[in-house]
């Protein structure tokens, strides 16, 4: 069984940027609805294009810098993992986000 686990890991090493792309990216459509109704709330005192351009500038630069980063972190974190603790984190990542994704309604 070991060569088993140790040949699926290894598919799943080759396919890390992949992998780590689809975490994130399914975190950041989770949550990305708190996130823009927090920037509105703490933006509520600008004046409307003033909040438009910030708004902008929230999706176009910020999600693009969090996404890089979180997506180099999970990168770093998962390639420093066992084989068998390797495969129960993104099995277990993606089912959880499953799981969040539903109770929250977004599937």
């Known amino acids: 069984m070991q060569p088993y686990i140790h040949q699926f890991a290894n598919f799943l090493r080759l396919h890390m940027d992949?992998?780590?792309v689809g975490l994130v990216a399914t975190?950041?459509?989770i949550y990305g609805s708190y996130i823009n109704n927090y920037f509105k709330?703490?933006?509520r005192s600008i004046p409307f294009l003033g909040r438009?351009?910030?708004f902008v500038v929230l999706c176009s630069a910020g999600y693009a810098f969090l996404s890089s980063q979180m997506v180099r972190l999970l990168k770093m974190f998962l390639r420093g993992q066992t084989d068998?603790?390797?495969i129960g984190i993104i099995a277990g990542a993606f089912a959880l986000l499953a799981f969040?994704?539903?109770?929250?309604?977004d599937i």
């Open 27 to 29: 975190i950041l459509i």
């Open 84 to 86: 068998l603790v390797l």
């Open 52 to 54: 438009f351009a910030l």
């Open 18 to 20: 992949s992998i780590s």
């Open 100 to 105: 969040f994704a539903r109770s929250g309604k």
């Open 41 to 43: 709330k703490i933006t």
